[in-house]
């Protein structure tokens, strides 16, 4: 257990179907990172939060939309998605962005499947 | 742009004995981190290892060493007495030294250990 709770660990959903997934860190970190993991390709990192604040969108489309109400909380809005965006997400917490070389601790993930 | 490489899709290995999995990596910076993570079949990302590319002295973590070759750009993973619980994917992962956030990912070894 790493201490980075991620719920639910599946989803199935519609295209058209609005669902969001959400992530806890009992570490006390300050960062918090969404990232993407694909069948037969490297992690993608998607969003990075210090603080509360966004400081790293890596271009992802508007149809994922993330929330980050404290330092302990990330939510991921999905809506209208896409097959190709079927994926595992992982969210992942760190003490904070500002020092390199920092650790990262990883969720269990949410495994997605969008029909 | 970092890039790591990881040549081995699957590797196998008996119970008890040493495996090494290969990493490549290309980068023009001289003050970087590079990472070992071991996602199991519960699918969390676990750290393993981690070398700090200004100390020459290779990293190791119980049963787990890596030699790091600056100049050839290398950072294997080697696993001594291997335990059917090493059975995970493994990825190397690099970082600048500046932002730790930006994780570039490999695409990953499958590890299997046979009884």
């Known amino acids: 257990e790493t201490g980075v709770t991620q719920t639910p660990r599946h989803l199935v959903m519609g295209m058209t179907n609005k669902k969001s997934l959400k992530c806890e860190q009992h570490?006390?970190?300050?960062?918090m990172y969404w990232y993407k993991q694909s069948a037969k390709k490297p992690l993608e990192l998607m969003f990075v939060?210090?603080?509360?604040?966004?400081?790293e969108n890596n271009s992802v489309p508007s149809r994922f939309s993330p929330e980050c109400p404290n330092s302990s909380h990330l939510f991921l809005h999905l809506h209208t998605l896409q097959p190709e965006d079927s994926a595992l997400y992982l969210c992942a917490s760190s003490q904070d962005t500002g020092r390199g070389g920092e650790k990262l601790f990883f969720g269990s993930g949410t495994q997605l499947s969008v029909l | 742009a970092q890039t790591v490489t990881q040549s081995q899709p699957e590797m196998s290995v008996q119970e008890a004995e040493t495996v090494t999995l290969s990493c490549t990596y290309d980068t023009s910076e001289n003050n970087y981190y590079l990472f070992w993570y071991k996602q199991p079949p519960s699918r969390q990302m676990i750290l393993v290892i981690r070398?700090?590319?200004?100390?020459?002295q290779n990293a190791t973590e119980n049963r787990f060493s890596v030699n790091f070759q600056k100049a050839a750009k290398s950072f294997s993973l080697k696993i001594s007495d291997s335990q059917l619980g090493d059975t995970a994917m493994y990825f190397c992962a690099f970082t600048s030294g500046g932002s730790n956030y930006k994780l570039t990912f490999g695409k990953g070894t499958l590890l299997t250990v046979n009884p």
């Open positions: 939060y210090n603080f509360k604040e966004q400081t």
């Open positions: 570490l006390g970190h300050n960062a």
């Open positions: 070398q700090e590319a200004y100390k020459q």
